[in-house]
């Protein structure tokens, strides 16, 4: 095919042609002056820049940025843990849009705080402020260790335990702090333990009980002024469910794990209540929901239940991303 004929390029060069059309370079020592930086487009001031229905978005902002922020611990010192952060606030039908650096910047504002669920109300109410939102939200995702002892040779490990701090604020000017706390644990099968030991005293058949690693997903919403540890959440989880799958063991504490899961076994519904008789029983705690999932070793799909504690205006119990509870 004959150059002269070939499709005009603009940003790169082209045979019989000495320069692009548009040239491209960066300039590593621009500084922009205040005269410049004034003369920069901001879509904030576009007319008739909304495109769709001049409707109300209740959630519009940031998701999973990252990163490094101090972690109060119970009884010992602050750890540094990489943080995900969640920032959205509501947005009125006739704005436009939001500017999602000052999410960014809010937070940056205090990344050298002593986290707790705390930290994030005065996070809330300062880009509540930037953005002039009517409510807003933040969630910040972590995973959190707690040293384990085993069972009975004395060994010791860490346990991570996938954490959130979430604080939300309504137009109303309520401020309401939740923390989600997952807690992995083993689960024995009560039928299936019956009809074991019938099959070994009548038939003298050997048989092993089905058990399967299981999750359960905790949200508790803290009462005011009340404060709750991490350290406190694993505490009514393992008096609750007693058998919290295990770090780091020997032949000693295998053995006991399974003698654990004989004297605890439990079906998906017994999880629910057992956790649920240990989180009302907190007056710290105002409300909580807690969603179990066995991922049952006997079926090809699981045994999943939901249950909450039944405060008017709180939660409905209506959890189903009994997915994201797969470990």
Sequence with gaps: MSTDLAPKMYLHRTAGSSEPAIRRSYDAGFRVSPDYHATLPDMMHAVEAIQGARAPIQQVGVSNFKLPLRFAVAGGEPMVLEASVTGSVSLQATLKGINMSRIVRSFYDHKDALFTPDTLVGILRDYLEKVESLDARVKVSFSYPMVQRSLRSGLEGYQYYRCAYEAVTTREGR???????????SSACPCSAELTEHAREVRGAYGIPHSQRSKARVVVELAEGAEVTLEDLQAHCLRGLKTETQV????????AFAEMNGAYIKFVEDAARLIFEQLDADPRIRDFEAACSHLESLHSHDAVSVICKGVEGGFRADFTDFQSLIC
């Design 175 to 185: 401020v309401r702090r939740f923390i989600h706390f997952d807690f992995v644990y």
């Design 248 to 255: 780091m063991v020997k032949r000693e504490d295998e053995q």
